[in-house]
């Protein structure tokens, strides 16, 4: 089998929103235990360092609070580029909703011992704190990935973040929370001004649609769709029907795996993947991050007319794991007369299957490459397989197919 990297997926896009955190002094992380509050020098893994007597002891993780302290650690970190969002991961059968936050920093000096606590504001108004250890921050450029398991409901959610060095908050210049906070403000003015207006005039009661700022978010779509084209051997038939194809795209727009294709006939699946292989596509946007997609598309197939009708994004499919097999092929008697031009009784043939279910190379034992081409290119080029598939990857790999001569 042939070997490729695993993907991360997000099959779908859910809305996080900045809550904006305008500190005014530094903050520390306490955590209660049965000897008191003590506060949070630092992580070991998923473990608090809390200070107890001046000891540094590891305690479970535990629920945090936050209490205002006099000033920021001497040093800051700029932040240059930021970039987050919520959705579903697959491996195998087993999906989990995470929360992903990715930050590119410029830091004035080392930082040693580094924690975030996330503060999150659920839509009922409750709060709670998540908090991730960062190892060390060294100074100069670098891109801070981190995040953590949310609930399926974290996108109605907003959300905040501190950074600490050894238990002191680092200032962090962030234009994005400055951005944040200055529109929140001018969105109380704006809500107290139209309250004020409505109480003086009393107007009839109207429902205004909810604004939702701060989301840079587009689906993704076909920018150039290829037609089908009606096979040639069923011309005169009178034939026709539809064929559905479940395919994924990468970062870059190009259709990188085809996982399911069905058709109300066989002539139909090969018109139709190299429809979607020929057309040109736009990747899902969200906040300026490409993301990998799985859409769904049609195309009915008429003798008169074909046409495609309009990608679906759908979730990622829990497909089973399987082997490659052929949903569309050449008849075997074809192959069978190719064998014996080639003065052979029985033969072999080594396929190569790509992630798309196109076949990419033939070769035979006891053959030249050049002759096996010449014989066989042509019959396999219209071949459909559906890939191998592992742990919801689809792979390159490899098939036999035994031919004997019809002598």
């Not at 398991?149 to 907003?158: I, K, L, P, Q």
Request: aromatic share 10%; with cysteine.
């Amino acid at each position: 089998m042939l070997v490729r990297p695993h993907r991360f997926r997000i099959f779908y896009l859910v809305a996080t929103f900045v809550l904006a955190i305008e500190a005014v002094a530094q903050t520390h992380v306490l955590v209660k235990s049965k000897s008191g509050m003590h506060p949070v020098i630092g992580m070991s893994g998923e473990h608090l360092i809390v200070a107890v007597d001046g000891e540094r002891t590891v305690i479970i993780k535990k629920n945090v609070v936050l209490v205002e302290a006099e000033g920021y650690t001497d040093g800051e970190i700029r932040v240059l580029q930021k970039k987050a969002g919520a959705g579903a991961s697959f491996e195998g059968d087993q999906s989990r909703f995470n929360f992903r936050f990715r930050v590119s920093v410029d830091a004035e000096r080392d930082f040693e011992d580094c924690f975030i606590v996330f503060v999150v504001e659920a839509k009922d108004g409750s709060t709670s704190r998540e908090i991730v250890d960062l190892g060390n921050i060294r100074a100069g450029k670098q891109m801070i990935d981190t995040g953590f398991e949310a609930t399926e409901n974290f996108g109605d959610s907003r959300y905040g973040y501190l950074i600490f060095s050894e238990g002191e908050e680092i200032f962090v210049d962030d234009p994005y929370r400055k951005k944040a906070v200055a529109q929140q403000k001018e969105e109380k003015v704006k809500k107290a001004t139209e309250e004020k207006t409505v109480a003086s005039k009393k107007p009839k009661k109207t429902i205004k649609p909810k604004v939702q700022p701060y989301i840079d978010a587009t689906p993704a779509r076909v920018v150039k769709q290829v037609t089908p084209i009606y096979p040639e051997e069923l011309l005169g038939s009178n034939i026709s029907g539809v064929t559905k194809i479940v395919y994924t795209m990468d970062e870059e727009g190009e259709v990188f795996e085809i996982l399911d294709i069905k058709a109300d006939h066989p002539s139909f699946l090969y018109a139709a993947r190299d429809a979607v292989l020929k057309s040109r596509y736009k990747p899902s946007v969200y906040e300026g991050q490409s993301l990998v997609t799985t859409l769904e598309q049609t195309f009915a197939f008429n003798e008169f007319v074909c046409f495609a009708e309009g990608a679906e994004i759908v979730p990622y499919p829990k497909v089973k794991d399987r082997e490659p097999f052929a949903v569309y092929g050449p008849n075997r008697h074809e192959l069978a007369e190719k064998l014996e031009r080639l003065g052979g009784k029985k033969m072999t043939l080594d396929i190569i299957i790509n992630e798309l279910g196109q076949v990419v190379s033939v070769g035979a034992s006891g053959l030249s490459n050049d002759v096996v081409s010449e014989e066989f290119d042509d019959a396999f080029a219209n071949w459909v397989f559906l890939p191998s598939l592992e742990r919801g990857v689809a792979y390159s790999s490899r098939v036999s197919l035994r031919l004997a001569s019809n002598r």
